[in-house]
């Protein structure tokens, strides 16, 4: 057996020994990632359920009773409270009792029976535009299904039909192409699947900078560095055998979160598990190598972590792992492709839920490929520096 290769298997044992002693930071590894995947599954959605409605009804006919009982059906709304004023409902928006307020006009009725569209204000609290945007689509929804309810078929024009101020649109004239959306690789729209897969690839790329960081940070904390130096043993060799357990263990992480994302939530495996595996073993490199950059330029544990809390931020949002990458800025865009956690999500999504092909995979694999040699090779260079 080749010198070099006792030396690595020596030095490999030593870092196995003290994981192993490490129960602590093992636990640590294991279960948070988890639960953390978990409880991001079902917190971060985007669905708004339940939203608290205040009804203004000035027209008091049994037109205006019809349309609120359509809308106290809809499970996303639910009517909380009648204001017989208008100045009653914006008070009690203000208070935070309710987040939107729907004003139905005297004529409403005889609006309606005139053939003609009405009219019906609705008054969102935006400070969340997030949901002030769901919760108009929401409605839009359900005006639709109502209108559509209230229209026979040979009615021509827009009889009976409601519409949003500044926010409705006509009906659509006879003969009008129908159109309807195909819902291609999650066709039930279980929107846990693309958040999952997100966090899945941000545990595991962040879990393997901060344990590569801390444990090579506590190597000069201990002062076994300089023992270590004093043996035959190279600094690449030493750093190869301090970062293979890492290595290891965040391949485990990997695969228990994927084993969690397909038990609790139905995440579904449609391509090739090995490119899976493949990539993130790549971005593990890449966070092993961030890693130990960190901790070449910290002088304790604690630094270490404040630096790599630093880092990882700017790279989990550029990522696309919880956000659009389409929704940011075009600056910012352009700068995630400097994130290599932006190619592991790619692949992640690319294998579970698409069952994309090589040819549109291939890419971002080589992206990783390239940051992960420049990355660890990088940090090699520092360790050997210091």
């Known amino acids: ?55 203004v009804d000035e027209s008091f006919t049994t037109e205006s009773r019809d349309f609120v009982d359509s809308l106290t059906e809809n499970v996303n709304f639910n009517v909380a409270r009648r204001y017989t004023r208008v100045e ?31 009219d019906v204000q609705v008054v969102i609290d935006a400070v969340d535009a997030n949901t002030a945007q769901i919760a108009k689509g929401y409605l ?33 004239p006879p003969g009008a192409p129908d159109v309807q ?11 846990s699947w693309h958040y999952v897969t997100g966090v899945m690839s941000i545990i595991m790329f962040i879990n393997a900078s901060l344990v590569a960081s801390a444990l ?5 904390e201990t002062g076994t560095i300089e023992q270590l130096l004093m043996t035959p043993a190279q600094t690449g060799e030493m750093l190869f055998a301090k970062t293979t357990p890492v290595f290891v263990v965040m391949m485990v992480v990997l695969f228990l979160s994927l084993g969690v994302g397909m038990l609790v939530f139905d995440l579904p495996v449609r391509g090739a598990v090995w490119l899976f595996a493949l990539a993130g073993g790549l971005a593990a490199l890449a966070g092993i ?41 075009d600056f910012f865009q352009k700068l995630s492709y400097l994130d290599p956690l932006r ?44």
Do not use: C
Not at 181 to 191: E, F, Q, R, S, T
Not at 359 to 378: C, H, K, Q, R, T
């Open 289 to 329: 190598g961030i890693g130990v950059t960190i901790a070449t330029v910290s002088q304790s544990q604690q630094q270490a972590q404040l630096l790599t809390f630093f880092v990882n931020p700017p790279l989990t949002l550029l990522s696309g792992a919880t956000s659009p990458l389409e929704n940011m800025p």
């Open 140 to 172: 839009q929804l359900a005006l639709e299904d109502y209108n559509s309810g209230h229209l026979s078929p040979a009615d021509v024009g827009p009889r009976r039909r409601i519409m949003l101020v500044n926010a409705g649109h006509p009906a659509a």
């Open 216 to 220: 090579a940070v506590k190597e000069k």
């Open 88 to 118: 009653e409902a914006e008070d009690a928006l203000k208070s935070l009792d309710l987040d939107l307020f729907i004003v139905i006009p005297t004529d409403f009725a005889r609006t309606l029976q005139r053939g003609q569209a009405a």
């Open 1 to 55: 057996m080749p010198a070099f290769i006792r030396r690595y298997l020596a030095l490999l044992a030593k870092e196995v020994d003290q994981l192993r002693r490490n129960r602590v930071l093992l636990i640590q590894l294991m279960l948070p990632p988890t639960i953390v995947l978990v409880i991001f599954g079902y917190a971060l959605n985007p669905k708004v359920r339940d939203l608290r409605m205040g009804i």
């Open 343 to 386: 190619y592991m999500v790619m692949i992640v999504r690319g294998v579970t839920l698409k069952n994309a092909p090589w040819e549109a995979l291939w890419p971002n694999l080589l992206a990783l490929v390239v940051f992960a040699i420049v990355l660890f090779s990088f940090s090699a260079w520092r360790f050997r520096k210091h």
């Open 181 to 191: 959306a195909a819902y291609l690789y999650n066709p039930g729209l279980v929107a």
